[in-house]
């Protein structure tokens, strides 16, 4: 732990350094500036932001339908919000993406219902994903930025065996179990619509602040050594990883009439993973931090050369996003959010990989509000 702080405080500080002294540099120039010429005006910057929560609710009733159905509600709120501070030197952008909904269904619709209405209440969707970054232009398009980024969620997530009441709930996740704070010093190559990000100084910490996930080895890549914590109740909560980041993300505006869409790729490489994935040794000793799917085999992964192996072990992070205004408050809107993630076991038959969709109709409204100082 002492060495994540370090490391952590370490990154923290080499942007802070890096804000300074793009800062003095800056002071100086306008001094320089103020000789020549001295009734000239100091460079000022300018606040943008953008506010936008949403409410969306789905309400469907079936009562002595003759072609069925189950009743159902769900209700799901989301926050997005931008705020960019704009200056002749740099730009400081921060992002808030918050999620969090609810689903209740009636599973019996007959007229002996003996559970009551509405006996399934389960979690729709939850998300926490914070980000902010500081950026300066070097030459042309090319410039050099300081991200943070912490992604994590609201409650508990839960695996489900059954229906209705009777249905058994395991715990597989919560609040900061995961959660990830990522700080990237990146080389960065903007323009309008889209922006690509890349970094060979990359940290990630993974969080799991839970022991009842760490004893049902729902660790989340904190724990690196399968029978390390099992000897003892020392439980490790946090794991520093220290690797190559890319990041890629398009936004345009009315790419036809009226349709905006989003994408962005994450892709991190842990330099350290190579050594506790242990490849040779898996078979030996019969263990390993890795569950397969049903149609993987260790023997195929063997054949694996250097560039496979290392996109095996490599964490994708993608997402898309599709939204079409009828009208200055309504919208239609598609997401799709797929991860790649080794260190995660899998609930269903898809071993490693994450998916996420959602398709919807949506009430928001809209608070902008430039400033200028």
Not at 2 to 27: E, I, Q
Not at 47 to 72: C, D, F, R
Not at 243 to 265: C, H, Q, W
Request: glycine content about 6%; hydrophobic content about 35%.
């Amino acid at each position: 732990m002492k060495k994540t702080f370090v490391m952590m405080a370490a990154l923290l500080a080499g942007g802070v350094m890096m804000a300074a002294t793009a800062d003095t540099l800056g002071v100086a120039q306008v001094v320089s500036m103020a000789d020549d010429a001295p009734d000239a005006p100091k460079p000022a910057g300018k606040w943008t932001t953008l506010s936008t929560p949403a409410l969306k609710i789905s309400e469907h009733m079936y009562q002595n339908w003759s072609s069925s159905g189950n009743s159902q509600i769900d209700i799901t709120g989301t926050f997005f919000g931008n705020y960019k501070y704009s200056h002749p030197r740099f730009v400081w952008d921060n992002i808030v993406d918050l999620a969090y909904g609810y689903a209740w269904q009636d599973l019996d619709n007959s007229k002996n219902d003996s559970l009551g209405r509405f006996e399934t209440h389960r979690k729709s969707t939850d998300k926490i994903d914070l980000t902010s970054a500081i950026s300066w232009k070097a030459y042309k398009d090319w410039g050099a930025s300081f991200t943070a980024n912490f992604k994590s969620q609201f409650g508990n997530g839960y695996e489900y065996d059954g229906i209705g009441q009777s249905a058994n709930a395991t715990l597989v996740s919560s609040f900061l179990a995961p959660g990830y704070l990522t700080t990237a010093l990146s080389f960065e190559h903007k323009r309008e619509n889209w922006t690509v990000s890349l970094s060979f100084l990359t940290g990630k910490t993974t969080f799991v602040c839970n022991d009842s996930l760490i004893q049902n080895d729902r660790t989340y890549g904190v724990i690196q050594k399968d029978t390390a914590y099992k000897t003892n109740h020392n439980y490790t909560h946090a794991y520093f990883a220290l690797g190559s980041y890319v990041k890629a993300m398009y936004l345009k505006k009315d790419i036809l009439p009226n349709l905006d869409l989003y994408a962005r790729a994450e892709l991190f490489y842990d330099y350290k993973k190579s050594k506790n994935m242990a490849w040779s040794d898996h078979m030996s000793d019969g263990s390993s931090k890795y569950t397969l799917s049903d149609d993987e085999e260790w023997a195929d992964l063997e054949k694996f050369g250097w560039l496979k192996k290392r996109a095996f072990e490599t964490d994708l992070d993608f997402e898309l996003k599709l939204d079409y205004r009828f009208s200055k408050n309504i919208s239609v809107n598609f997401a799709l959010n797929m991860k790649w993630d080794t260190d995660f076991s899998g609930m269903g038959t898809i071993g490693h990989w994450q998916l996420y969709q959602m398709a919807g109709l949506q009430v928001f409204f809209n608070w902008k509000t430039p400033k200028a100082n």
